[in-house]
């Protein structure tokens, strides 16, 4: 399908900044972007949509969400609030594995509706490509169930979805070396089997998984071609950001803890940094150094790491904002990563962006001014959301 979008008041690539700007989309994928009086002749033909003086962004994308999960932690919210501490809560058997017993109780049917619906969410406010990972099942069945409810939202959001398999917490009555051989020898060849995941992750922290541990998960992941990714220096410094670096991780993510020599890993590594500011601040925790790391060369993403204990976090918006003021990035910049940037902490070199070859996934903001919704804090003003040059929102 050919198509020309005109009409475009200012185009944010976000490399680049074109005023009266158009672009011309075939077969799902940008093939020319420009100022709209340089159109060529060759596109003055293909059926044409004004978007009526918008300013347009690339689709947001959302490299790191835990999406599909049962109940909600909101009692848990207020303790922590009233200063109870989210590492009590786990040790004490609640927060994650709290989850994880609502996970269990719901249905594969109630899952995907509660999830499908979050997803929706996600699209009214720009987010066109989405990552989500299992973790709150545990065990094998229950790990894979997670991943199936996943492969069902690929097939029927109108996102990108990509689907990573999470080693989250040990298991309450699971001894430690069981449950990791158990994750290595059985759980990760079978997801590689069946394609139900495109990446493995494991939460190596205080009170989860230690260094020596998360290093034989990834390794067995990358033994069966899977990529991998890490929850890194969250609540303690544990060495994984360097592991995730030195194993080509596409991403360690958090980072609350990192240091400059975890900084430079990363930066030579090319493995994306992802701060995820809604788990930073609700949780109370430092602030992930973003300037710092960009300065370093570090390729920071941003992500919301919607989940149900650490980040209830539904707003791209406000996580960008939060990182412009408390990480001190430049709004382009934080756009930047969570766009172009958070497209790589997913491999995907075809996202998050507006230029020819990139799929043509992007967002009309009710507004002439491109960055409106990063100004406004706590309403997003977005007029339209295409995916693949199609209109999925409203
Ligand atoms: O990314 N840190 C560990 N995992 C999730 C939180 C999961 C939860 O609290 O349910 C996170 O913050
Ligand atoms: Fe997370």
Redesign the pocket.
Known sequence: MNQVFVGISELYTPQNRLERAAFAVQDGRFVWVGAEAELPEAYHLWPRTDLGGHGVLPGLVDA?T?LVYGGDRLGEYLQRARGESYEAILAAGG??YS?VRATDAASEDELYEWAQARAQIFLTQGVTAIEIKSGYGLLPEAELKMLRVIRRLEEHLPQHVFATLLA?VIPKGWEREKYVEMFCQELIPEVAKTGLAEAVDV?C?EG?FTLDETRRILEAALSHNLRIKL?AE?IAHTGATRLAAALGALSAD?LEQTTPADWEALAQSGTVGTV?PG?AVILRKPFPNARAMWDAGVRVAIAT?H?????PLYSPWLGMQLTASLGRLSLEEALLAHTENAALALGRADLGKIEPGARADFVVVDSPHALMPLYHWGHTPIHAVYVGGRPVFP
């Open positions: 790191h835990h927060g994650i989850t989250h939460f922290d989860a929850h969250q958090h995820l788990a790491d989940n149900p204990g650490s980040s």
